[in-house]
């Protein structure tokens, strides 16, 4: 009979690191600063708990604060897990680095969407994701970056620039990283996965009801 996951070195780590990062992720900035303000911004503007709905419905201070969190415990995630040493845990030379840094990158994102503590409604994993590539391939976060705010400029849309700098994720990773099969396996999981938490504004955009940022809009002055 095969030995019980918790009973293999390498299963144990893997899971538990997994685990620990899929919890820092349900740490959102937006719900957490927001209960202790005595709001919840899921009730409020877009209805999303993310950085840009922060930003609309609770100011500049609060929404630098949610961004900041939701960057930060991506960071965190990644730079610390996979090389710590946890208690009756250990750490396996088996197990390679380079796929528990990705699993627990992943893993932070999906918390962030999916927190337990906040009834699995979380917000887009945008912010988050921009500091688990920060972590693992800063280089990564240029073509990312300029993507994201040329998209935003041409069209005005947060979700549309959002879900093409996942585009631009994989290209990048691609021509950077050819031969790195775990950080371009975590690269088109992320802009599936990026697509998918923003199939709601795809329905809005087609719909004409996505909201646009239109001060950084190059084409307001045209808008109906």
């Known amino acids: 009979m095969a030995a019980r996951w918790w009973h293999n070195p390498r299963m144990l780590e893997l899971g538990v690191k997994i685990l620990i990062a899929y919890l820092l992720g349900t740490l959102l900035g937006s719900l957490t600063l927001g209960r202790l303000r005595g709001v919840d911004i899921r009730s409020m503007g ?3 708990a993310g950085a840009t709905n922060a930003l609309r419905t609770q100011g500049k201070l609060f929404g630098f604060l949610v961004l900041a969190v ?3 415990k991506g960071l965190f995630a990644v730079w610390w ?3 710590a040493t946890l208690p009756a845990v250990g750490i396996d030379p088996d197990l390679p680095r380079a796929w528990l840094t990705v699993a627990c990158g992943f893993a932070v994102i999906v918390g962030h969407v ?3 503590w906040f009834g699995f409604r979380g917000g887009k994993g945008a912010a988050t994701v921009v500091g ?3 972590a693992v391939e800063p280089r990564l976060l240029v073509p990312m970056l300029v993507s994201w705010f040329a998209v935003l400029v041409l069209s005005g849309y947060v979700s549309l ?3 093409l700098s996942g585009v631009a994720l994989v290209v990048a990773v691609y021509v950077l990283e050819p031969n790195n099969v775990p950080l371009l396996s975590f690269c088109v999981a992320v802009m599936v996965f990026v697509v998918y938490t923003h199939r709601s504004n795809i329905a809005r955009m087609r719909s ?6 239109r001060r950084l809009w190059l084409f307001r002055s045209r808008a109906a």
């Open 46 to 48: 877009s209805g999303n």
């Open 70 to 72: 939701d960057i930060g």
């Open 81 to 83: 897990l996979p090389t």
């Open 114 to 116: 999916y927190p337990v």
């Open 132 to 134: 688990v590539v920060a």
């Open 161 to 163: 620039a959002t879900m």
């Open 208 to 213: 004409g009801q996505e909201n646009r940022v």
